[in-house]
């Protein structure tokens, strides 16, 4: 059974740094893309980063610049360092292959003020 377990998450005050780590369990990481989503109050889920196993990255305009993904394949976690926060990055953070392949963790809360 393949889990997904995000952790890093926190209270941070605008223009402050988060690192967020994922770790996977069972085939989901190996060969395949691997990205970061978030979903914010009332908004639908979207993708945030994605990286190949090669560590070819893509970012969504909102993040470019200020998010760094990466991936350590020998241990199955794949990483979102946030630097720059604004207080619209407030969301849950989750990861999970691209496209989706298995179910969704628990997430891990990210809160940015103001």
């Known amino acids: 059974q393949v889990q997904l377990v995000e952790s890093g998450g926190g209270l941070v005050q605008a223009g402050g740094s988060l690192r967020l780590s994922c770790a996977a369990s069972?085939?989901?990481?190996?060969?395949?893309?691997m990205a970061w989503y978030r979903q914010a109050p009332g908004k639908q889920r979207e993708l945030v980063a994605h990286?190949?196993?090669?560590?070819?990255?893509n970012y969504a305009d909102s993040v470019k610049g200020r998010f760094t993904i990466s991936r350590d394949n020998a241990k199955n976690t794949v990483y979102l360092q946030m630097n720059s926060l604004k207080p619209e990055d407030t969301a849950v953070y989750y990861c999970?292959?691209?496209?989706?392949?298995?179910?969704w963790g628990q997430g891990t809360q990210v809160t940015v003020s103001s």
């Open positions: 999970n292959s691209q496209p989706i392949l298995t179910s």
């Open positions: 069972g085939s989901i990481f190996s060969r395949n893309v």
């Open positions: 990286i190949t196993w090669t560590g070819t990255t």
